[in-house]
């Protein structure tokens, strides 16, 4: 159509265009690499960055940024959805039942009281029960934390069945008038059958609004069979992401994620029972991504796009008297963000992508082309015969070829440009612009 012919035009002359395989490798290389080093497990990472790919193919790249850039925005952007869906806030559930469950070590006892407190705060009367049996010392771990929370709590050291531990606790929460109750289970540092039973029977008997996952967000490769084997045997609904307080970058959690679909509820950022927060996706996508100078770059570009100024040139275009001056001005706009080769060097090991540096370099010598005309030559670039291009050439230290093409582009665009003036024209300018 005309205005698809238009646009492609416009973006021609800007220097702009729309994202390809070739153009994002670079980028999607880098975020893959990206991914794997914040432990995101290597099928997961290959898929997710092949599905965004897939997506982006054909989206238009913004003004002021690179296709590099425009990617990893985007890929950000599909992370925090990817992370932040389904994160529903607490089952409503009064009283509460929560399962805390994981491998050993992960931060089970500790996020036990940490929910208590938090729940606390929010004006329920929490109640924890001590259900690892195979260590007195976790028991009266969560002793300690639950007298030092005020928290009701609830052991029985001298049982080996944790089902009916869990059944008494319910009595006695019930008792005390309690109406959150969350059970702290045991861990290996393995997955293990037996373990696993046990749990799956002391779910089944205390029948929990949420069963979570307790994870350590260093987590590796393993994260995916650790949550898949714990979902599958014990129909997760949450995970709690502990330890990123530590260097981990949470790749497990988008593993984890990806693998059961179970939301992320709670976070864990440090040893205190304060240190303890509801899932935020932005910043758990920044970290694993690790980009956020990136990320806020193109969101910067998009602010940054001078508003008054697009607005003048719009008013221009519509009347059609869009020069070779307004040209400039526009591709100046563009400049505002440094160097492309500044801008670059903000990615991660991305200096000397090719294509931006060629970008950077046409962008050069059109912007030296136009400053090599008069200003009478820019604002009627009809007059420019044979005689004004070679000069221009000359000036600028480019072939006359490039100065032809350059000012056919223009050319082009100006005749599309009158074409729209009439009737219609100006709708069709607000769609292109939207
Ligand atoms: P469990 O075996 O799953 O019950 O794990 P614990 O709750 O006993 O925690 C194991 C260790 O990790 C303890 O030393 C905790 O203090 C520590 N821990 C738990 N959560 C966090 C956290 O979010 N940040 C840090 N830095 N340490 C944590
Ligand atoms: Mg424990």
């Given at each position: 159509s005309l205005t698809d012919k238009l646009g492609q035009a416009l973006r021609n002359l800007r220097g702009v265009g729309r994202l390809s395989e070739e153009n994002m490798e670079d980028a999607l290389k880098e975020v893959r690499t990206a991914l794997l080093s914040a432990d995101v497990h290597f099928k997961v990472a290959r898929e997710f960055v092949d599905r965004v790919k897939t997506q982006c193919v054909g989206q238009d790249v913004l003004k002021g940024v690179s296709p590099g850039q425009q990617i990893v925005k985007i890929i950000h952007d599909e992370l925090v959805r990817l992370l932040g869906e389904g994160s529903t806030e607490l089952s409503a559930a009064r009283p509460l039942r929560v399962l805390m469950v994981g491998l050993?070590?992960?931060g089970k006892t500790t996020s036990a009281a940490k929910l208590g407190k938090l729940l606390k705060k929010r004006g329920y009367k929490p109640f924890v029960v001590g259900c690892d049996i195979y260590r007195p010392a976790a028991i009266d771990q969560l002793e300690i934390l639950a007298k030092q929370e005020e928290l009701g709590f609830y052991a029985d050291r001298a049982s080996k069945d944790v089902p009916a531990i869990g059944a008494a606790a319910l009595d006695a929460a019930r008792a005390a008038a309690a109406d959150a109750i969350i059970f702290d289970t045991a861990g290996r540092l393995q997955i293990d059958a037996d373990l696993i039973e046990e749990v799956k029977k002391l779910r089944a008997r205390v029948n929990p609004d949420e069963v979570f996952l307790v994870a350590d967000g260093a987590l590796g490769q393993e994260a995916v069979n650790v949550a898949k084997t714990f979902h599958d045997a014990l129909a997760l609904t949450g995970l709690v992401l502990t330890?990123?307080?530590?260097?981990?970058?949470?790749g497990a959690a988008l593993s984890i994620k990806t693998i059961t679909g179970v939301p992320i509820k709670f976070v864990g950022t440090g040893e205190k029972t304060a240190d303890f927060e509801t899932f935020h996706p932005d910043r758990l996508a920044s970290r694993i991504l690790g980009m956020g100078d990136v990320v806020s770059l193109v969101e910067k570009a998009q602010e940054n796009i001078d508003q008054a100024e697009a607005e003048r040139m719009a008013e221009k275009l519509r009347k059609a008297d869009f020069n070779l001056e307004d040209f400039l001005a526009q591709m100046r706009q563009v400049k505002k963000l440094g160097s492309m080769e500044s801008v670059l060097g903000?990615?991660?090991?991305?200096?000397?992508?090719k294509l931006d540096a060629s970008a950077e370099k046409s962008m050069a010598r059109t912007e030296a082309i136009i400053l090599s005309m008069t200003t009478q030559e820019r604002r009627?670039?009809?007059?420019?015969n044979g005689n004004r291009r070679l000069r221009i050439a000359n000036g600028a230290g480019v072939k006359i070829a490039e100065v032809n093409q350059l000012l056919k582009q223009f050319q082009q665009m100006q005749k599309m440009m009158r074409m729209l003036k009439g009737k219609g024209g100006r709708k069709m300018m607000r769609q292109m612009e939207a």
């Open positions: 050993h070590g992960s330890k990123l307080d530590g260097d981990a970058r949470g903000m990615l991660p090991g991305m200096n000397g992508v009627k670039p009809e007059i420019l």
